[in-house]
């Protein structure tokens, strides 16, 4: 069995940027990674600073390429179960049967998007049907955009998504919206369409339109839907680390759970965090993680008799 000082769950921006610091501190690092960024279908990520615009699959791989460099190591490979092992550590094992053990754990699995059970929204997910206005507001700016409605402070998110378009017409279900909402969406002209969608209208590949049940249909260029966001957190819950009144893992503000030796970073534990963000948690874990192993080793020493000298 192989023994690390850290072995990180999850490839992502938090995970690599982690393995990263750790790396580079001389601890031995494992990066064990399923390979289904929540990004992936994302064409371009933005807000990064200096990465404006890379595809986010070209960051992975410079990531996991410095990784490397500085000796860290990974596999790529899904994680069935992990839990504590010998000696205060934790043992890992992965779908094929192969197990690690090390020192400490950081989980970096990210989270699920949840959308609505409507034909064609999943297929268009990150490319007209969007959730972030700051990661692509800028690329749909000044077009006819939409907002679907029905969960808690979507009228919030339509007067944020009203900043990048002067054409904004927001999708109520019958009977949401209260007088007071109707007053801040008229006062900036945001339009309001009430029904049930039924489906996407497409021309060839692009987004033309949002069909309502009454067989209206709405020209849209981009549709935006606040989702509901579903960490994957199963190996953290499965080691019972706390979890807030949300249903969130609680951590502190380097990543530590309330499980000694297990961290955690970016959206498995933070919903809000973008790719920068998310790196920005997992070097911040990092360094407060090799802190712990120093006090760790420090243990260690004291508790381990010098050898005399003749």
């Not at 992502?12 to 990004?39: H, Q």
């Amino acid at each position: 069995m192989s023994q690390y000082d850290v072995a990180i769950i999850g490839g992502g921006a938090a995970g690599l940027s982690a393995a990263l610091v750790l790396s580079r501190a001389r601890r031995k690092v494992l990066v064990l990674d399923a390979g289904a960024p929540r990004n992936a279908p994302a064409t371009h990520m933005h807000g990064y600073l200096s990465r404006d615009g890379l595809p986010p699959g070209e960051l992975l791989a410079a990531g996991r390429k410095e990784v490397q460099h500085y000796g860290g190591e990974i596999v790529d490979g899904t994680v069935d179960s992990s839990a504590p092992g010998g000696r205060g550590g934790f043992q890992v094992t992965l779908a094929g049967g192969q197990r690690i053990s090390a020192r400490r754990l950081l989980i970096t699995t990210g989270l699920r998007d949840e959308l609505p059970d409507i034909p064609g929204l999943r297929e268009r997910w990150a490319r007209d049907v969007l959730h972030c206005p700051y990661c692509h507001g800028y690329e749909v700016r000044d077009r006819r955009l939409g907002v679907l409605g029905g969960t808690p402070g979507a009228v919030r998110y339509a007067q944020i998504v009203r900043q990048w378009t002067h054409d904004l017409v927001y999708f109520a279900r019958p009977g949401t919206l209260t007088a007071a909402e109707r007053t801040q969406l008229a006062a900036r002209a945001i339009g309001v369409v009430e029904g049930t969608v039924e489906h996407l209208v497409l021309d060839g590949d692009r987004l033309r339109g949002v069909q309502m049940d009454d067989g209206c249909v709405v020209p849209r260029d981009a549709l935006f839907v606040p989702p509901r966001f579903a960490p994957n957190d199963h190996l953290l819950t499965s080691l019972g680390c706390d979890v807030t009144e949300d249903g969130w893992v609680k951590t502190d503000p380097a990543g530590r759970t309330s499980v000694p030796g297990v961290w955690a970073a970016g959206n498995v534990v933070d919903p809000r965090a973008q790719v920068i963000t998310a790196a920005g948690a997992g070097s911040a874990a990092a360094i407060a993680l090799n802190a712990d192993l120093v006090d760790d080793d420090v243990r260690t020493a004291l508790a381990t008799p010098l050898e005399e000298t003749p």
